[in-house]
């Protein structure tokens, strides 16, 4: 899993980073806020341990922004320890706020807990389809298949509204967005390459005439 850390002192990046990798995480890191926002653009960052006294943008701000592209869980660190401030975290979403100095192992063990919970809470399965939000990982039979971006979110959007017809057009704008040029053989042509992916699941995905698509499962009693 991708961790992204963000601090202004190195040093304290550097303790950090050496302690997740020790437990098998990979470290990505930033010295500010707008650093953290462009790093995090660009990674599958699966959680961010982040400073709030930083130049060029702060924590808090960054924190923002970044939620604004996809909610994400977030360690804040701190030299302050007031209770205003640690609102403001937990406001903006925060999963946990870490007064300044702090132990690396309790870091440690709290990014643990944090993202064996959000692994939970983001698997989404259907029949012996499922799917790792978190890891953004697709399983057919606890098999991992590997899908291009596009399918991925055609294949969750479809589990999540299981059984009910989507037209081409709704399928264009939730996952394409309403600014997309394309046609409807755009939907076609990812439909079938992600039948082609699900194997003996591929019937599922149930052509709609004239309109769209669905993914029927009926569950059994």
Do not use: Q
């Amino acid at each position: 899993m991708n961790i992204l850390v963000v601090d202004d002192e190195k040093l304290i990046r550097d303790v950090i980073k050496e302690y997740l990798t020790l437990e098998g995480y990979h470290v990505i890191e930033a010295s500010d806020g707008v650093e953290a926002i462009n790093k995090y653009r660009n990674s599958n960052i699966n959680l961010v341990i982040m400073d709030v006294m930083m130049p060029n943008m702060d924590g808090y701000t960054a924190c923002k922004e970044i939620k604004k592209i996809k909610d994400v869980p977030f360690i804040m660190l701190s030299a302050r320890s007031a209770e205003y401030d640690k609102l403001i975290g937990f406001d903006l979403g925060i999963d946990d706020y870490v007064t300044k100095p702090f132990s690396p192992k309790e870091l440690v063990a709290r990014v643990k807990a944090i993202l064996k919970r959000d692994n939970k809470e983001n698997i989404i399965s259907l029949a012996g389809i499922k799917i790792d939000d978190l890891a953004h990982e697709v399983y057919i039979d606890d098999e991992e298949i590997t899908l291009t971006p596009k399918e991925y979110d055609l294949l969750k959007f479809l589990i999540e509204n299981k059984n009910i017809a989507l037209s081409r057009e709704k399928l264009l704008s939730s996952i394409w967005g309403y600014d997309f040029y394309g046609d409807d053989r755009t939907i076609d042509t990812h439909i079938k390459t992600l039948r082609s992916h699900l194997g003996k699941y591929r019937n599922m995905i149930k052509t709609i005439r004239g309109m769209g698509y669905k993914i029927e499962y009926k569950e059994e009693n």
